[in-house]
């Protein structure tokens, strides 16, 4: 039965969460191989669930908006393992697991459809590929300017236990910050840029939310990069403006669409 199958997939999800975080603050640091190996096994269940609740026989593809969150959770899933095979620092691995098991537990209880024929139409499948290649990776920047600012917060009330711990340095983890920031925001200008070239208006009245609140986040971040790259910006202001973008483009991205396919159904 397929809800045995998501089920699975959730636990183990929340298995490597629970190897990871069990020595979080070890010393030693958490066990990240067998939690690798857990965690790849979930993320094939997870691409197994995604090809059965979007591919739909005749009918096209289903993008509710509890699909195309979850084929978010699978990416950062996805490139935050692929990334932990070469760091010793898996800080933030917990968060993106345990989200991935919640999305997947919120797609078997709220069900919603939105059916597309996205293979009619090459362009658009371009757009949203980009989109969300561009969000995932803006979320996993949002969870490294949270971890930059806990970890800032704990070394300026001199917490000792900090020095003890597995957590990254604080310039280690600024500099991931930045790289992926500029991986994010380059796949978004890509994703704004396809939408202007392959749909028809980006500004009906349909999506003129999206494109604006995707532009002005869009800018955000140009302005966060420019900044740190003219006037070596950094420290709170980022981690701010950051989250602020985040915010944004996540209510380009779904604000409306809760609305009508969750709560009005």
Known sequence: MFWLFT???ILLYLVATGLISSRLFHQDGPKSQTSRYVALVALMAHAFILHHDIIIQGSGQ????????????????LSMTIISFGMTHVFLMPVVYGFAAIVIAMNALIPATHLMH????????????LALFAYGGLMIALLYA?????INYRLKHKQASLLHSSLPS??????????ILWIGTVLLSMSLLSGFVFLE???AQKQ?????????????????LTAHHKFAWRGRGVVIATIVGSVLLTLAYFGSRIVKEIILG
Do not use: R
Request: glycine share 4%; hydrophobic share 60%.
């Open 62 to 77: 289903n993008l509710s908006i509890t699909n195309v969150a979850s084929i978010v959770a699978w990416l950062m899933a």
């Open 118 to 129: 996205i293979e009619l139409q090459p362009g658009l499948l371009i757009h949203i590929s």
């Open 201 to 203: 208006d980006m500004f």
């Open 208 to 224: 003129a939310h999206k494109t604006i609140l995707s532009i002005i986040a869009w800018m955000l971040y140009v302005g966060i």
């Open 170 to 179: 604080l310039m280690s983890v600024e500099k991931t910050l930045f790289k």
């Open 7 to 9: 089920l699975i997939c």
């Open 146 to 150: 949270l971890q930059f600012s806990y």
